[in-house]
């Protein structure tokens, strides 16, 4: 993938086209995908960041075909503050949730109007399925193109990495359900705002559902060993004793996220910042 060139990544009669937007980096692996959509009226899904050579790129693609939707995954920084520029420039229709609160959102983004899980947008030549898909963060939506069963997936699922779980808007409880949700989709692939497109979706997210049931064991049988209460670092350590030090900062948000859903179901306590198992004593 390079930035800026185009590349037809399409799975059956509907034309989509990929562009890498200019932002790779820790967070976005080598940037984010900007997809285009249809072939006479065009749907940008993901305009990415607030960038004019990335917005002049779009509009070359669409070479000078209307674009009339602007599918948004969700206002993350990386994703939804170049939809405003490109909707001043088109007069599009945006689709998406409102920003929470919370740091790395946009609060510049506004879609048209209120939004509903499960709405299907008619574009002519194809049509979008909305599949609110909450966990990474809680406006997070997938997009359904319903003719080739191609799933944009936003951050809801990555191609080589595992989406961060940021409490308090992230949940760890919403994120496994809406996880399951997807499987009974008739999916054929899956194409994430970070990465290639994935072929074998059921795999893939079987694959995101044991990840996360091994890390959860993992931190049960930590708090189980446990004679006393432990930090959320001290409990990284043991639990992600498996990936470069660089990236527990991350890892350590996910495991909160973790702890807060076993909190939940009463397998975790938490008192002053410090964890322990939940049924002791009991
Ligand atoms: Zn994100």
Request: charged residues 15%; proline residues 9%; negative net charge.
């Amino acid at each position: 993938m390079m930035a800026g060139v185009p590349e037809t990544v399409g799975i059956g009669s509907v034309p989509v086209q990929r562009l890498l937007a200019r932002n790779a980096g820790p967070m976005t692996g080598p940037g984010t995908n900007t997809y285009v959509i249809g072939s006479r009226r065009l749907a940008v899904l993901d305009p990415g960041p607030r960038d004019a050579l990335h917005l002049q790129a779009i509009l070359d693609l669409a070479g000078g075909r209307p674009v009339d939707w602007i599918f948004v995954t969700h206002t993350h920084g990386d994703h939804s503050p170049g939809t405003a520029p490109l909707q001043a420039q088109t007069g599009a229709q945006v689709i998406g949730l409102p920003p929470p609160p919370g740091s790395g959102q946009d609060p510049s983004f506004q879609a048209t109007r209120l939004f509903h899980d499960a709405e299907r947008i008619d574009c002519g030549e194809f049509s979008m399925r909305l599949i609110h898909t909450p966990g990474h963060v809680s406006n997070h939506l997938c997009f359904l193109l319903e003719q080739d069963g191609l799933l944009f997936t936003g951050d809801h699922i990555l191609d080589g990495m595992t989406p961060v779980i940021a409490p308090p808007d992230g949940c760890m409880r919403l994120y496994l359900q809406a996880l399951e949700g997807l499987k009974a989709l008739p999916l054929r692939a899956l194409a994430p705002a970070h990465g290639q497109l994935m072929h074998q979706p059921l795999q893939v997210i079987e694959t995101l559902l044991r990840h996360r049931a091994r890390r959860e064991s993992k931190l049960l049988a930590a708090l189980a060993q446990q004679s006393r209460p432990l930090s959320l670092q001290a409990l990284a350590d043991q639990v992600y004793d498996d990936i470069a030090p660089a990236l527990l900062p991350l890892a350590c948000r996910t495991l909160l996220a973790h702890l807060l859903k076993l909190e939940a179901e009463g397998r975790a306590r938490q008192s002053n910042g410090l964890w322990t198992g939940g049924h002791d004593g009991i």
